[in-house]
Every structure is written in C-alpha cells, then in structure tokens.
DNA sequence: CTGCTCTACTTTGTATACAATACACCCTGC
DNA sequence: GCAGGGTGTATTGTATACAAAGTAGAGCAG
C-alpha cells in the first residue's frame, strides 16, 4: 500500500469529499483505475478501506456508490460524534500541552478572521474548523477514539454543512470555540466536555433548520 | 465479495477471535491463502477489513500482524464502549419491540444456565452475551452506531476477558442483566443507558484487577 | 400497449504472473 | 571480533486475464 494504493484511496477520497463524486454516483472500478492512472487492484483496496469509513456503500453485490446519508443518518452522525467529541474534549483538557493550546488558539484567530470577512470566508472557517478539532482529537492521546470519530468527522454531509450558515451562526460557533478555549486552558475537563457536545449539537439544529428550509424551498421550485 | 473472499474473512476473524492465530502473529498472504484454499486476492480483500477494524496492523510496510493490544488500549476500548453501548441501550429502551424483549429474556436465560452450571459453562455464558448485546444493538436502529461499536466489541481481548471471572462475578454480570431488561420492559431509556455503561465499566475493572493479578504471577514466574 | 423473457453487456470476483521492496544473513575488510 | 555493505530471499504491491453474476435493454407475445 505504499504508493499507487495509498494515491488512489486518497484521490478518490478528495474526490468524494470535495463533492466531485456526489453522492449515489456509481463507483465503477475500471472507471476510477483509468482516471486514477493504475489498475483495478489498488482501486479495490482503496473502495474496502472507504467502505470501512462509510464513505461508499455496496449495493448487496455488483454496484458500488458514494454513501448517500438520509437526514436521520446525519443525525445519528452528529449525535455520536457529540458524545465522542465530548469525550475527546474531556481527555484533550487534561493532557493538553502549552504548545497545543498556542496552536489552538492560532486556528481560532483563523477562524475569527474568516468569520469577519465580507463575505464570510467559508473556506477558510471550514480549514480552521478542522485544524481546531484535529488538534484537540490528537491531543486526547486515544488511538481508537480517533479512528472511530475520523470516519463520524470526514463526511462531506458534515462540512458542506456550513454554506448554509448565516453569519450570525458562524459568529455563534466561533465563539464557542472561545469558550473551549477557555475550559481547556484551566484544564477543565467537565466542562470541556458539556461545552463540546452543545457546539456540536448546536451546529446539527443549524444544520437540520437549513436542510428543512432547503427542502421546502426545492419541493416549491418542482412544483412551481 | 460474495463467496471466497467473505469466507475468508470470516475465517481469518475466527482464528483471530479464537486465539488460534494469537496476537502479534504474523499474518502471511500467502500462508493464509492456501490455509483457506484461496488465492491472495480475496485474502487481501479480507486483510483491508480486518485493518479497518483494527484487527490486524500493518506494520508501516512489508508485515501484516495480529493487533496486539496494550492495557491501556483495553482501558480505552471499554471506556468508550461503556459511552456508546450506553447509547445504543437508551436508543433501545425507547425502540424495543416485545418480541425482541422476548429474545432478550431468552438470552438471558441462556446466560443464567451457563452461569449456575458446575463448573460455569464460560463458553455458553459468552455466546448468550454476545447474542443479549446484539440484539440490544439491532434495537437501537442506528448502522452508524452498530459500525462504530462492532469494531469495539469483536475483539477478542474483550470476551476471553470472562475466562478469568470468577464465580460471583459471573453471577454479578448476570444480575445487572435483570436490571436492564426491567429496564427495557418499562421503557426506560435513561436507566437503561446507566446501567449499560456501568455493567461494562464493571466487566473492565474485572478485567483490570484479572489482569493485573496474573501480570503478576506471570512475573514471579518469570523471576523464580 | 404492456408485460415478460431472453440475451448481451457491464461490473465485480478470483486467479496468476511479475515487480518492487525490505529484511536478514553472510561475507569481507579493518 | 566487529562493523559495514551487499546479496538473497521472503513478502507484499501491481497488473492483467478470465470467470461469474446481475442488470438493462430489446424483442416478442398476449
């Protein structure tokens, strides 16, 4: 798994999360090993490590497809990934370094200026998300946490989430990393942890209000 | 997937799962495929599923190995079990059928059986475990939540565990099985959730204490 | 026109051959 | 005797060919 493998899981893994295979699109191994440049073999390597992450989904026998997750499935996700996060906040506050909250910090000031931006920098506050969270992950010092929460976290549903936010949101969700900022800069980890699961919980109700809204908003436009 | 490679994969958890493959084995493609009268290609297939469950490692590049795992990885292992198997028994409590309650009790009888047995039937005791705690993780209608739990609870670590149990404390495992169905019966999802996590903290200090006990044994017979 | 069936094609599963890589052992030189 | 390098072997990575299985589409019958 050392080179063309590891390329094409990652490939195709950007290709998935940046949406340029949307989900339900087939996955057809001969397609992916001509456009990835190698043959079948490390493409199916690949597809079984991304079946493990749910990221794609075999249909029984035959046909494989980009995971497509229902709104309950987000859910579920957001919900596991509180608790889990939670957790991981709780573990992160009693074992975080000076160094690590320095750098937590810095994520959170890129954060806050893409925030500021006119037009609010989406991007750049998503970049600044994930740093922020990897950072905490790691320094909870738990293997196995971190791969159950890695296949809750990289999903493009949970992301792409954020362009419906209003400014008012991302301004919310900013200052909540403030507040864990805060908690974990006094080591406290009950706190971290409560903190923790209401940011991600919040961001699930933000998430769900605009996906309602959405779904109105399309259901009109098919029938108008 | 359909047949070589799926039997092959099940095979290789098997041994793993039975100790007959222990851990920090090494784990040969080639070895493996004639034992299963494969070639390497489902073999492989099977190795990737294996690694995302945490199973097997690869070591960097060139060895594939049986996981071996430290206590402090067990610590963590039950930890989060206890969170999300605590979930999955609250998401339950408000789901359950009254035939998977049925089930439920069955099992449990199963396990009450092996338990009063002279000597207790270890064996019986696990497979009514395994069969009382999937069908509490079927009632809990959450795949993303069965996936992140199934690469915690099949591992092997986590059920010899009971081979050093003694009596009472096979008894006591038991007993909180009660508590719980009484729990479901009535619906009760916050106490269902309470006493999931605490009957699985109480099986890791078992283990703990177990293993700290024979850690030292094996030392002084290591020294004399 | 609709429904069914059969066929052809698409797609995945499996086997095998070959290449690359890392590890271990041995040989040589100091 | 020890250290360093080099070669041989074991093991995994990759490619390709072939087999099996299923789906979709077309053609035919009712």
Redesign the interface.
Same mark, same amino acid.
């Given at each position: 798994? $050392?080179k063309a493998s590891e390329r094409a899981y990652s490939q195709i893994r950007a290709m998935i999360l940046s949406g340029a295979l949307p989900a339900g699109a087939q996955l057809g191994e001969e397609a992916l090993a001509e456009r990835c440049g190698v043959s079948r073999t490390p493409i199916? *390597?690949a597809l #079984? #490590?991304l @079946?493990? @992450? +749910?990221l794609v989904k075999?249909s029984g026998?035959q046909r494989t497809f980009v995971a497509d997750w229902s709104l309950d *499935?987000v859910g *579920? %996700?957001f @919900? +596991?990934r509180a608790?889990?996060e939670g957790?991981a906040a709780r573990r992160a506050a009693e074992r975080m370094t000076d160094p690590q909250i320095k750098r937590l910090r810095e994520a959170n000031r890129v954060i806050g200026a893409a925030v500021r931006a006119s037009p609010p920098d989406v991007e750049g506050f998503l970049e600044g998300n994930r740093e922020f969270h990897a950072i905490i992950l790691q320094a909870a010092a $738990?293997?196995? +946490?971190a %791969?159950?929460l890695g296949?809750?976290i990289e999903q493009p549903v949970i992301w792409r989430t954020a362009h419906h936010y209003g400014r008012e949101a991302l301004l919310r969700s900013f200052g909540e990393h403030d507040e864990l900022l805060a908690a974990f800069a006094r080591r406290d980890g009950p706190w971290a942890e409560a903190v923790m699961a209401a940011h991600i919980r919040r961001a699930y109700h933000a998430y769900a209000d605009a996906h309602t809204g959405l779904a109105v908003i399309d259901r009109q436009l098919a029938h108008g």
């Open positions: 798994m $050392s199916r *390597d #079984r #490590r @079946e493990g @992450e +749910l075999r026998t *499935d *579920d %996700a @919900e +596991l608790m889990l957790h $738990s293997p196995r +946490l %791969a159950l296949t809750l």
